[in-house]
């Protein structure tokens, strides 16, 4: 139908191929993994064919949704907390130190570096450098858990490279995105402060006193994050198809680079720096993957949800594609620190007997 010119026709059918994709992937231990991501395909191509319904009815623009969405799932994230996940950084304090300067110094540079080498612009390539001045998401836990990484560590990291986002989020965007929009740090920190810190703060008062005693909002916030986020990239891409369509494919491929560059540079400063297997891992998940969630709430704030939210909305989706490739590689490949250690204990074995 796209050939022959019939466009129209052919947008309800790519949603029904990726619904069913959805569904179908679910039936199988391999594919399943990549169920969340098609129902999020499914739900963008929703949008760009029929952006209508999800910009505004009757007046209500569906965009003053997403700063309480983001709180939703940011309250949810507090409630998976503990003080023992801070209480990591004096457990494994060089690997902390490690993951959270890749985080906050390669993953902004190199998507300044990109927005630049794309020549995107302005408002479209502040959204770059947007995503990649973000903290890591609850995703990264996710894949670290698939990739048998260190769970503990990227829960962590996640933690504390979220407490740290107002402050170096901001940095960022006035030092490197200040040069493409103009950017208030004192307001992006207010933000941040309450899209994250607020409702994490009382995830984690939850979490002290009723954990256990309310199972049904347990059960509940996964999939409420995950229908927040999906509906949040479902406004933003309405917002913008028309923009989405003339620089999509150039933020696809720019998505890839920064992505794969962050689980690249992530994996191989941990081993220069003699961190084990699991731990590498896990840095390059950490370093790879940003809180798209929140960069649409921040470009929402600043009045640019259909320009500067943009990159998130196609970095967060291809983010959680290559995770879970990532992840599903090293789940079949052990850890050869764990190889070399279960050799030694053979080998132990062996001269005794």
């Keep these: 139908m796209i050939f022959s010119g019939n ?119 502040a959204g770059v450098v947007l995503i990649g001045s973000m903290p890591c998401g609850l995703a990264s836990n996710v894949m670290s858990y698939l990739a048998n990484a260190n769970l503990a560590l990227s829960v962590t990291l996640t933690a504390v490279a979220t407490l740290l986002a107002p402050f170096l989020t901001p940095m960022w965007m006035k030092i490197l995105g200040g040069q493409f929009v103009a950017v208030d740090v004192l307001d992006m920190m207010w933000d941040i402060v309450k899209m994250v810190i607020f409702p994490i703060g009382g995830g984690l008062l939850f979490n002290k006193f009723f954990k256990g005693k309310a199972d049904w909002v347990d059960k509940a916030m996964p999939l409420v994050s995950m229908i927040g986020i999906a509906f949040i990239i479902t406004i933003i891409t309405a917002a913008g198809r028309d923009n989405l369509i003339v620089i999509g494919p150039a933020l696809i491929v720019c998505a890839l680079i920064h992505n794969t560059g962050g689980y690249m540079f992530g994996y191989w400063i941990g081993r220069l720096f003699g961190l084990k297997e699991r731990d590498a891992r896990t840095i390059a998940i950490e370093v790879g993957m940003q809180n798209g969630g929140l960069a649409s709430g921040l470009a929402k704030e600043m009045g640019k949800a259909a320009t500067i939210g943009l990159a998130p909305a196609v970095f967060g989706p291809l983010m959680n594609i290559t995770g879970s490739i990532l992840a599903s590689y090293w789940h079949r490949k052990p850890p050869r620190d764990d190889e070399e250690t279960l050799n030694l204990e053979v080998n132990e074995l062996a001269v005794k007997s």
Excluded: C
């Design 7 to 125: 466009n129209a026709q052919s947008g309800p059918l790519f949603i029904l191929f990726f619904v069913a994709l959805g569904v179908g992937f679910r039936g199988f231990a391999v594919t399943k993994g990549f169920a969340y991501t098609m129902m999020i395909f499914a739900a963008v191509t929703t949008a760009l064919n029929f952006p209508q319904y999800f910009v505004e009815v009757n007046g209500f623009k569906f965009a003053t949704l997403i700063t309480p969405l983001i709180q939703i799932i940011m309250f949810g994230m507090g409630t998976e907390m503990g003080l023992k996940d801070f209480a990591g950084v004096l457990k494994m304090p060089k690997a902390v130190l490690i993951g959270l300067v890749g985080h906050f110094t390669v993953m902004p540079l190199l998507g300044f570096s990109l927005a630049k080498a794309f020549g995107f612009p302005p408002e479209i390539a």
